[in-house]
């Protein structure tokens, strides 16, 4: 090789080490803070995370059955090859209500005074609401403030395309209350609390504040751009870490912040590229790990009913003029109708098409199902979500997991291949949640929330660097 040549190929590594070294000092400053803050609101989602409904509370808002002594004629149950997937029986307010899920088609709710189907109404729906206030102490009326389906904290929460009825109560909580138009449950429930942690975790966290994320697309390629950048970012650091690193102490020719930018994106920089990486993957570009939602359709273990049967169901509930249920969910079993019960003290219980007592069984649901008293490597409790035991689990053909509650039948929740691909390659160690004693709040203080604080390091020095080198060129 000539001197010429060994010459132009030093002048362009040189060029090319350069180009690197300016990209990654560019877009640090520009992406420092973004980074930070996705550090800092990660580590208050550690014990503050988005503001859901205290369950034991919203399961009493229903009050008990009082139905008509005969029903109206239901059209949408009489509907030629109607099939359905679902049905619940439930009050809202003084309003008795049955809501039909259909196989096809959107679900339909039927006062069953009238047999009309429609939108609870909102003076029905501010009952609901005053039953939730009152169990978590609250105690002032209801304000109706109107149907929503974006407000900023209903934004992704199932069913918000038919409404929820928003209201707000007077006094030092702040309290405000969605209820379903549909169903009259309590959907969602913030307080000032609530609102206050999750614009400074949740909401910066997952780039959640309405205006953008009304628009799901944008929101979606927002994400996914600026996640691509910050992944691009820590992988150039990592490499211009490793050029930069010298055999013996300081183990950098750098000084100063620089030093420790250095040192901490060598110790720590793994971990970043890590989490940015799965944060990237969680908006699913492409695809990869999206869920089918017909694969997790709940009818591959329920099956479905004719409106004749709904009927002959309904018309047995009425004759029996019950006065200690508060609410009745279908429980349905490969095409036969059960009933999850729920009386007046809080009790479950599931009922056969004839109103029998009737215990669910491993047997009944074939050799696929296990019984489970606590958690598995997918079914477990959550920060944002406690879950129920005991549960049955259950494969269907497609290799979807379907959890079933061992009380009363209902499906509670599935995890297709695709969510159980996920389960493992995005949410695991995006959560760090692998082991169940990850998940304690020990672990959250003691191991997590260190190993944040030390990839927060990296961000620290690298907006200190960034402001420094601004007011640098400013001086210039």
């Avoid at 890590?274 to 944060?279: D, K, L």
Wanted: glycine share 8%; with cysteine; net charge positive.
């Amino acid at each position: 090789m000539t001197a010429v040549t060994i010459s132009v190929h030093h002048y362009i590594r040189k060029r090319l080490l350069r180009t690197l070294y300016i990209t990654h000092r560019w877009l640090g400053i520009s992406m420092g803070i973004l980074m930070m803050s996705w550090c800092l609101s990660g580590m208050v989602m550690l014990w503050q995370p988005w503001p859901t409904p205290d369950r034991v509370s919203a399961e009493k808002v229903h009050g008990l059955f009082h139905l008509p002594t005969h029903l109206p004629l239901i059209n949408a149950l009489n509907e030629y090859g109607a099939r359905f997937q679902s049905f619940r029986l439930s009050m809202t307010g003084s309003e008795p209500v049955l809501t039909l899920v259909p196989i096809s088609g959107p679900p339909v709710s039927i006062d069953l005074r009238t047999g009309r189907a429609g939108s609870i109404t909102p003076n029905d729906a501010s009952m609901n609401a005053a039953a939730y206030a009152s169990s978590v102490g609250v105690q002032s009326p209801p304000v109706f403030t109107g149907t929503t389906t974006d407000d900023q904290w209903v934004l992704d929460t199932p069913g918000r395309l038919t409404g929820f009825e928003r209201f707000r109560f007077s006094g030092p909580q702040g309290l405000v209350v969605y209820i379903s138009s549909l169903t009259g449950d309590v959907v969602q429930a913030t307080d000032t609390s609530s609102r206050a942690w999750s614009w400074m975790g949740a909401i910066p966290h997952w780039l959640y504040p309405a205006i953008l994320r009304r628009n799901p697309l944008m929101w979606k390629w927002t994400v996914i751009l600026l996640a691509g950048i910050g992944m691009f970012l820590t992988a150039t650091g990592l490499s211009i870490g490793l050029l930069r690193l010298r055999r013996r102490w300081p183990f950098s020719y750098y000084r100063r912040w620089h030093l420790a930018h250095h040192l901490g994106g060598m110790m720590f920089g793994l971990l970043a590229l890590s989490w940015i990486t799965t944060g990237f993957f969680t908006m699913n570009p492409g695809g990869v790990f999206a869920s089918e939602r017909e694969a997790r359709s709940a009818v591959h273990v329920t099956g479905s009913v004719t409106g004749e049967e709904i009927l002959a169901v309904l018309n047995r509930i009425v004759r029996l003029h019950t006065v200690d249920w508060t609410d009745v969910s279908s429980a349905f079993l490969k095409g036969h109708i059960f009933l999850a019960v729920t009386d007046s003290v809080g009790n479950h219980k599931r009922l056969d098409a004839q109103l029998s007592p009737s215990l669910l069984t491993t047997t009944e649901l074939g050799a696929s199902a296990t019984f489970l008293a606590s958690p598995d490597l997918y079914y477990f409790n959550r920060p944002t979500h406690t879950r129920h035991f005991p549960v049955i689990r259950m494969a269907a053909a497609n290799g979807t997991l379907f959890y079933l509650d061992a009380r009363t039948g209902e499906v509670i929740t599935a995890f297709d291949s695709a969510a159980q691909k996920s389960r493992w390659w995005v949410y695991g160690p995006h959560n760090m949640d692998f082991w169940s004693w990850l998940r304690s709040p020990t672990a959250r203080l003691m191991v997590i929330f260190p190993t944040l604080c030390c990839v927060l390091s990296i961000y620290i020095t690298s907006v200190t660097i960034g402001m420094r080198r601004l007011g640098f060129i400013k001086r210039r």
